[in-house]
């Protein structure tokens, strides 16, 4: 994985392709456009939503670049989750994604954990749209299946994110942790 590895964020991390470095021996992760190519060979957990998601039916699959640390009950520093939620009906697929940053990075809401919104390229390989520790201004979850008369939900990701064990939500991904 291709990622930029530093003690302050800066947004000239976004594409540069540096070398790879050990993860485990920093203390933030800085994810880049290249760290999430190839996530479609990651854990993949799909699911069809067939009953009210923030008002949209469709297919939502999670995918994890890695498991959680067992010893203790978070994921490691540099793993990757990402999100593709395609409405009933239609061929257009909406990519969120979680990067385990780590250090102090979004102190107030899901500790460590910054969010992505990615775009596919014509070959099929994600771009960064925006990142953060919440959306861009006009974003908002509700919007991910493309449903328009959605209730409104909290717009910030760590409305919900905040709240989940380590960041994360939904069965599948909490299930990976052992049993305190």
């Avoid at 959680?68 to 969120?96: N, R, V, W, Y």
Wanted: charge should be negative; charged fraction near 20%; hydrophobic fraction near 35%.
């Amino acid at each position: 994985m291709l990622a930029c590895l530093v003690a302050w964020p800066t947004s000239a991390c976004l594409d540069n392709k540096l070398d790879t470095e050990d993860v485990a021996s920093k203390t933030e992760f800085i994810a880049n456009t290249s760290s999430f190519a190839g996530y479609a060979d990651w854990m993949a957990f799909e699911h069809d939503v067939t009953s009210d998601h923030d008002g949209a039916l469709g297919t939502t699959t999670v995918y994890a670049s890695e498991l959680p640390d067992d010893t203790t009950q978070k994921f490691p520093l540099g793993t990757l989750l990402l999100k593709t939620m395609q409405a009933a009906g239609s061929d257009e697929i909406t990519i969120h994604a979680m990067s385990k940053r780590g250090g102090t990075f979004n102190p107030r809401g899901a500790l460590g954990w910054e969010y992505f919104e990615l775009q596919l390229n014509k070959q099929g390989t994600p771009y960064i749209l925006w990142r953060g520790d919440r959306p861009p201004t006009g974003e908002q979850y509700k919007a991910l299946l493309g449903a328009d008369t959605a209730p409104t939900v909290e717009s910030d990701c760590n409305g919900c994110h905040g709240a989940g064990k380590d960041g994360v939500l939904g069965d599948d991904l909490t299930a990976l942790f052992s049993s305190p």
